[in-house]
């Protein structure tokens, strides 16, 4: 999603504590950073190759709120472009806003999808993926499948936050596996081992028989406001979290307390703002001809 939606959960056993829930989103709070949240999509978009024909079929998986989606269609304008999501939220601000047919002749409709699952139905020029395969451990056992599902000459591209070392989440993580919360929130925190390194994501795609590009950007993004990188994660890492915690407004305030006073220490405000490091990893896979 260029939303870090389409969660999937992995499995745990019964001393690691509760299965970490699968997040409810909301697509307002994920839409207040939207423009930092959009830059690494159009960094991607930037460098995708030309396609395969004219008229080319798109799928977006993880589309969140339709805010990038529709960045393809700007792109290519007689495209046929699907999203995929697993959030009704997100689905339903997508569609609303962004689906119908696009300027160019092409058309722009919205589905729900699991990506952990997902393949292609139909042959594709150009499957996408921003900010969502993080929460799919077993994305890179999807890429023979989806690389499969293109014609020749389409390519395959993602990017994916590669921040989970930060301090944003290692005090996410501390803070769940803490006395206080470790019975109700235990694993929340800390959900992305499963992430690979840009070397390794060019491995195996290379492996796949593609010309692959990967790099990796740590963007310097000034956030403004009152506790800014707390409202930021609001939006993604810690929707697992409130999740969890439901209708208990009481343990919610008292949880976000103690994690905003960590983040404070962390990433203290400078006379402009407050300087958040955002790593990303890209990819691009293109099949051959």
């Known amino acids: ?9 992995r499995s745990r056993t019964a001393t690691e504590g509760p299965t970490p829930s699968a997040p409810t989103w909301d697509p307002q709070q994920y839409l207040r950073h939207a423009g930092h949240r959009t ?17 080319p079929r ?14 393809l269609a700007d792109r290519w304008a007689d495209a046929r472009i699907t999203g995929y999501d697993l959030s009704p939220e997100m689905l339903q601000r997508a569609t ?80 769940c596996e803490s006395p206080r919360w470790r019975s109700r929130l235990a ?47 609001k939006g993604t890492a810690l929707r697992p979290v409130l999740t969890a915690l439901g209708d208990d407004h009481e343990a919610v305030s008292a949880f976000l307390l103690q994690y905003r006073d960590l983040l404070r220490g962390a990433y203290p405000p400078g006379p402009r703002g407050t300087v958040f490091p955002f790593r990303r990893i890209f990819a691009i896979a293109r099949k051959e001809k």
Do not use: K
């Open 1 to 9: 999603m260029h939303s870090d939606t389409a969660p999937a959960v």
């Open 39 to 55: 830059r690494p999509f159009v960094d991607l978009l930037a460098r995708i190759p030309q396609l395969p024909g004219p008229a």
């Open 58 to 71: 798109i799928a977006d998986l993880g589309c969140g709120p339709g805010n990038v989606t529709v960045l």
């Open 96 to 175: 609303q806003e962004h689906a119908g047919p696009t300027p160019g002749g092409g058309s722009l409709d919205f589905r729900p999808g699991d990506i952990a699952s997902w393949l292609p139905e139909e042959p594709y020029d150009l499957i996408v993926s921003n900010a969502a395969l993080q929460w799919v451990p077993s994305h890179p056992g999807s890429f023979a499948a989806w690389i499969n599902g293109l014609r020749p000459g389409g390519t395959f591209a993602f990017q994916i936050p590669g921040n989970f070392q930060a301090p944003s989440h290692n005090l996410l993580a501390t803070l």
């Open 187 to 233: 694993g929340h925190g800390a959900r992305y081992n499963h992430l690979l390194e840009p070397a390794e994501y060019l491995a195996r795609l290379t492996e796949l028989g593609c010309e692959v590009e990967v790099w990796e950007t740590v963007y310097y993004q000034m956030l403004t406001g009152p506790d800014p990188v707390l409202d930021w994660v």
